[in-house]
T-cell receptor
């Protein structure tokens, strides 16, 4: 089954404790991206990657890092989480040139205390 | 003013009604227009996308784009309780890898 998976699905942490949210897709897509979804603000892109070792900032990259060492994986790293990063996070993937047809993961709900 | 405006609702309709969901935008460079459906506690799933102006139909769903008015619509015919979800519009310009999403409209279809 074609899918995007994320882990963990739920996470509670404390300010300053580094964490990583993993994302993996089995569709051989080159393009992957991370979004956060907040009430009243909608989905906002954090980072995207066009291919292995190629990443770029989205609309709200501050406080986040990403890496793309393998085509299927695109982890999101919060090196020093803060309460304003409490949010619902989605990973997505698509074929190059088809960013309009993105496949989203199930989401990771993060609470930073 | 946000680049994409979408009424959050909720929009409550009886089963079988025709539903109209809308977004307005300000960036005339947008060329690709998408509609996603998001069920509670799930990721968005793409319903339809259109390029430039015009209509596109897929089963009970019709997407319309009016670039002159900077207005897009999603129509759902014969709405079902299973259509109850949040509907997100999104758009992007050619060559951009950063789509802009609306806030989403919550739709409730009651039996």
């Amino acid at each position: 089954e074609a899918q995007v998976t994320q882990n963990p699905r739920y996470l509670i942490t404390v300010t300053g404790k580094k964490l990583t949210v993993t994302c993996s897709q089995n569709m051989n897509h080159e393009y992957m991206s991370w979004y956060r979804q907040d009430p009243g603000l909608g989905l906002r892109q954090i980072y995207y990657s066009m291919n292995v070792e190629v990443t770029d900032k989205g609309d709200v990259p501050e406080g986040y890092k990403v890496s793309r060492k393998e085509k299927r994986n695109f982890p999101l790293i919060l090196e020093s989480p803060s309460p304003n990063q409490t949010s619902l996070y989605f990973c997505a993937s698509s074929r190059p040139g088809q960013q309009e047809t993105q496949y989203f993961g199930p989401g990771t709900r993060l609470l930073v205390l | 003013q946000k680049e994409v405006e979408q009424d959050p609702g909720p929009l409550s309709v009886p089963e079988g009604a025709i539903v109209s969901l809308n977004c307005t935008y300000s960036n005339s460079a947008f060329q690709y227009f998408m509609w996603y459906r998001q069920y509670s506690r799930k990721g968005p799933e793409l319903l339809m996308y259109t390029y430039s102006s015009g209509n596109k139909e897929d089963g009970r769903f019709t997407a319309q784009v009016d670039k002159s008015s900077k207005y897009i619509s999603l129509f759902i015919r014969d709405s079902q309780p299973s259509d109850s979800a949040t509907y997100l519009c999104a758009m992007t310009s050619g060559g951009s890898y950063i789509p802009t999403f609306g806030r989403g409209t919550s739709l409730i279809v009651h039996p």
